[in-house]
Nanobody, 125 residues
Framework: VQLQASGGGLVQAGGSLRLSCAVS????????MGWFRQAPGKEREFVAA????????YYADSLKGRFTISRDSAKNTVYLQMNSLEPEDTAVYLC???????????????????WGRGTLVTVSS
């Protein structure tokens, strides 16, 4: 499984960005796709996840309402729409995937065996 994240860039506070994660290679109908982020000097943080099969979504409580995860099965792509961006959202955003993750574990980075290279999001004040 190969994951390629894109869509990052520089945006002013209050602006929006949409990240994409293109999936190629072997995929599983039971896969979970996740977005994480990592700011300089900080630990990797869960952002959102989605079940590939039924579209069920999961969000970090602190980001719920501003970020939306979605998928396009025909394009094998997962999206992260980010609105009302804040300087604190500045980070490298990484997409991840694995098959059959327990619901209680979707926020754990170690649950995911496949990772993309990440895309940098910089929010200026």
């Amino acid at each position: 499984v190969q994951l390629q994240a894109s869509g990052g860039g520089l945006v002013q506070a209050g602006g929006s960005l949409r990240l994409s994660c293109a999936v190629s290679g072997r995929t599983f109908s039971s896969s979970v796709m996740g977005w994480f982020r990592q700011a300089p000097g900080k630990e990797r943080e869960f952002v959102a996840a989605i079940n590939w099969s039924d579209g069920r979504t999961y969000y970090a409580d602190s980001l719920k309402g501003r970020f939306t995860i979605s998928r396009d099965s025909a394009k094998n792509t997962v999206y992260l729409q980010m609105n009302s961006l804040e300087p604190e959202d500045t980070a490298v955003y990484l997409c991840a995937a694995d098959s059959a993750i327990y619901r209680a574990h979707v926020t754990w980075a170690r649950s995911y065996g496949y990772w993309g290279r990440g895309t940098l999001v910089t929010v200026s004040s």
